[in-house]
């Protein structure tokens, strides 16, 4: 079973060939790694994949859409209900506590406001940032923001999570511990994670890699792909 299919996509940006004939598959439950070096694509190639961007061509198969030929509208809502995203920082609303940061994706889809804080809080238990629950951006570390910004990612129980970077603002030892657990906590719901990283020891938790090279995949991993 396949959850996402992209073929041959092909995007320009400016003038910049962004993205040249990238085909990447996801099953449910894989964690891919997209690398390579900076400018190379890789944001580029994650934004199509999970419908922000439309390429100039090619398609992008999700469940049984292709976003690439569906309204803003719809790819909107398939964001909301059936993926999560995680940013390299500054994405959490600071006005607001943790918890109801992570409230948020519950909230706009219509959960009632004492469930959302119910399972918000379940959630930052079990990424252990529970004791920072009410506090906000500024009174937690960097690490404890990342991984209640995973909670976010992953309270709707969406079927993949896109994480741009998302330790490239840490040191090495609070990026390991949100690694483990954003892949921890993502693999025990069944949710496949797509991890765009400069860093191979982060790649090194994904099952398979993809490196990206001028807006192409490097030939050595065409191969691997399924
Ligand atoms: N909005 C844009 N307008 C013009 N060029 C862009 C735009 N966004 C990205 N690019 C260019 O596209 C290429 C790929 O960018 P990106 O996907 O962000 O790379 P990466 O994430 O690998 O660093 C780069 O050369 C970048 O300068
Ligand atoms: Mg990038």
Known sequence: MTLLQARDLSLRL????????????????????IMGPSGSGKSTLLHCLAGVLVPDSGSVLFESTDLTRSSDAERSRIRLQRMGFVFQFGDL??????????MLPLQLLGTKRSEARDRARTMLDELEVGDVADGTVG????????????ARALVHEPAVIFADEPTGAL???????VMDSL???AQSRGAAVVLVTHDARVASYAHRNVTMR?????????TSMR
């Open 214 to 222: 001028d807006g192409r995949v490097r030939a050595a991993d065409l």
């Open 139 to 150: 009174v937690v570390s960097g690490g404890q923001a990342q991984r209640t910004a995973v």
């Open 171 to 177: 040191d090495s030892a609070a990026g390991e511990l």
């Open 183 to 185: 892949v921890t906590a």
């Open 14 to 33: 400016g003038t910049t060939q962004a993205l040249q004939d990238v085909s990447v598959d996801l099953s449910p439950g894989d964690v891919v790694s």
């Open 93 to 102: 609303i600071p006005e607001l506590t943790m918890v109801e940061n992570v």
